[in-house]
């Protein structure tokens, strides 16, 4: 067990807006968790790609950074134990490298393994969830380690368990996967329609990965949290009326009589697009990420949150929500 004192919560959050956290424990093994007795509930941290600090943490802040894997193959399929610490995309690159199908359209998506579930991670045609057989989670009040099989996580779009009944509760220590000696490549994403079907999965890997190069900014130079806001999903009736009078705006039928919006273009639509204040603006490229381009302040952030949400409201009559976990301590 390691434990850090006022820390710069530049180095814990890929936004990097200036802030201090009083205190973070590191754990690298399952037995240090089992003894760990924190005074009180620690905040959970991965590798801080999601997660941004609005304000000084006086609380302190667990990071969990065991990273084994384990594996088991049987006849064509491969059945993977990863421990959470474990960097998802070193994941993604090391199972391609074997030639194993399943992660490849999740190339380079920063954070760990044990976020993935959180949120269901999902890019480009795939999602987490396609592939995860279960999670290992350790409750704080039983301290015991529940195993929950992926219909237990209750994965949906950017959600899980894990975000609502779950929150709070204890750590993911595990990820299980299931990945397959013979895939096919998933090709539905339109950046991804020049390979054919007879593409590798190095080559599905490369296309994602040069996708995301061309859209996204690369966190290290340029600092953001990737999708600031979760793309809406609303009642097919209300789409319908804005489908009237918006006959350009794209769309994505979901389940249950509902339609996915894509926030990037709602935001364009408002002329928000590479909007800019003080350190802070909407990415030029991408306009769903929001970007800290000159040392802005946990205030320029809330403005522009505030600006981008009632200005789509306004127009649309559509809320969008962060995707971005926010983090602000209340005194
Ligand atoms: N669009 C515009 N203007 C733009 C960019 C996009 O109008 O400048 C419209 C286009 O119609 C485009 C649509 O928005 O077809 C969707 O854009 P894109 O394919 O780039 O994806 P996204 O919906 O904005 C989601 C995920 C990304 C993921 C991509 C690719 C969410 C919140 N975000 O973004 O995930 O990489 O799809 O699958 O669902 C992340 O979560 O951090 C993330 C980067």
Avoid at 58 to 78: F, N, T, W
Avoid at 100 to 109: F, S, V
Avoid at 118 to 133: H, P, R
Avoid at 199 to 206: E, Y
């Amino acid at each position: 067990m390691q434990q850090l004192l006022a820390q710069d919560a530049r180095h814990y959050s890929t936004f990097r807006l200036a802030a201090t956290l009083a205190k973070v424990t590191v754990l690298s093994s399952l037995a240090e968790l089992q003894h760990y007795q924190p005074q009180q509930l620690p905040l959970l941290l991965g590798e801080g790609s999601n997660s941004i600090f609005l304000s000084d943490w006086p609380g302190e802040i667990l990071r969990y950074v065991a990273a084994g894997r384990q594996l088991e193959v049987s006849g064509d399929q491969l059945h993977l134990h990863v421990e959470a610490g474990h960097n998802w995309h070193q994941l993604v690159s090391w199972s391609v490298g074997q030639g194993w199908w399943g992660l490849e359209n999740l190339a380079l998506i920063p954070g760990s393994v044990g976020a993935a579930p959180v949120q269901n991670i999902g890019a480009y045609g795939a999602e987490l969830a396609d592939t995860c057989s279960y999670v290992d989670f350790f409750h704080w009040q039983s301290r015991q380690v529940q195993r929950l099989t992926a219909a237990e996580c209750r994965f949906g779009y950017r959600d899980s368990i894990f975000k609502q009944q779950l929150a709070g509760k204890g750590v993911i220590v595990a990820v299980g996967f299931c990945l397959k000696r013979n895939g096919s490549p998933k090709l539905n994403y339109n950046g991804l329609d020049h390979l054919t079907a007879q593409a590798s999965l190095l080559d599905v890997m490369n296309a994602v990965i040069a996708v995301r190069r061309k859209k996204l900014p690369d966190p290290a130079i340029l600092p953001n949290c990737g999708s600031f806001f979760k793309n809406p999903v609303i009642p097919a009736a209300l789409f319908q009326q804005l489908y009237q009078q918006y006959p350009a705006m794209p769309h994505y039928p979901q389940p249950q009589q509902q339609v996915k919006l894509a926030a990037a273009w709602l935001i364009e639509q408002v002329g928000l697009k590479g909007y800019q204040l003080g350190g802070v603006a909407c990415y030029q490229q991408q306009p769903l990420v929001l970007v800290n381009q000159n040392n802005g302040t946990a205030a320029e952030l809330l403005q522009l949150i505030t600006l981008i949400q009632q200005a789509v409201f306004a127009r649309f009559g559509v809320q969008l929500e962060p995707e971005v976990r926010l983090l602000r301590h209340h005194d």
